[in-house]
């Protein structure tokens, strides 16, 4: 099972919502070694008919439904590759990034004398991305490439230490439309979300509740019988012993609907 199963048997012992007093609990005060992040921020943009290059190819396994082409006339199970790689006609398909890590070049940081606690971060941040797409023969392809987003933003800097701080991003991207134009380029619209933090490892001193209880795993069964032995035998009142004091919920409830018909839902 899992920290949030219904089968815990221990659930003050695990991750969760915290009721009642948060203090209550407590045991020690404990030292963890963590990245901390002394400030962030993120940009959300379209990057609009941006061409890129794709470096790397392969040959996804499966085959594609295309229509028309060489060799196997359209038939969509033909999945020979050529030994000169895709070929034309190249019809895009799709894109996203291929992870959230994204690398960070030519990082300037400059201090503000007006804003001592700030600095001018300039930079350029490279996703990774994959793009799907086929060609004549209904070979489906992936191929890698990056976007290149260049940053200029204030974030606040931590004063000098024996522990420097980093710059380092995160970013996601989607596409919206590519055509290909030759020579392993695509022009495309991407959606682009990127991170920028301010972070440094350090040792920080923490309220505890102690070890998490870690509970057993339990395989997974589709087993409806469980789940029906889990309700409770008799269908609980709590929910609606005073309409004019409790709200109604909103969440539909197994097999009945509503939890509850206050106001007449």
Do not use: W
Request: proline share 8%.
């Amino acid at each position: 099972m899992s920290f949030y199963c219904y089968k815990n048997g221990n659930p003050t012992a695990t991750p969760g919502i915290l009721a009642g007093d948060a203090l209550a609990g407590l045991q020690e005060k404990v030292c963890v070694q963590v990245k901390r992040v002394y400030d962030s921020c993120m940009d959300s943009k379209p990057l609009k008919a941006i061409d890129v290059v794709f470096t790397q190819f392969a040959l996804v396994p499966h085959p594609t439904h295309c229509h028309g082409g060489h060799g196997g006339h359209g038939n969509p199970g033909h999945n020979l590759t050529p030994e000169g790689g895709p070929v034309a006609p190249i019809t895009f398909e799709s894109c996203r990034s291929s992870t959230t890590k994204s690398e960070i070049r030519n990082l300037t940081v400059e201090r503000l004398c007006d804003k001592p606690c700030f600095a001018r971060v300039r930079a350029v941040v490279d996703l990774p991305i994959d793009i799907l797409f086929s060609d004549a023969l209904c070979n489906e392809y992936i191929g890698r490439a990056v976007i290149s987003v260049e940053k200029d933003v204030m974030l606040s800097i931590p004063d000098e230490s024996i522990v420097p701080y980093s710059i380092e991003s995160m970013g996601s991207a989607v596409c919206v439309s590519g055509t290909y134009i030759g020579n392993n380029t695509f022009t495309m619209t991407v959606c682009v979300t990127i991170v920028l933090k301010v972070v440094a490892d350090v040792e920080m001193l923490i309220p505890s509740y102690g070890f998490c209880s870690i509970p057993p795993c339990e395989d997974f069964a589709e087993n409806v019988c469980e789940e029906f032995f889990s309700l409770p035998l008799f269908p609980p009142a709590s929910l609606c012993n005073d309409c004019g004091k409790t709200a109604c919920p909103t969440t539909p409830m197994p097999y009945y609907g509503y939890g509850c018909n206050c106001g007449g839902k």
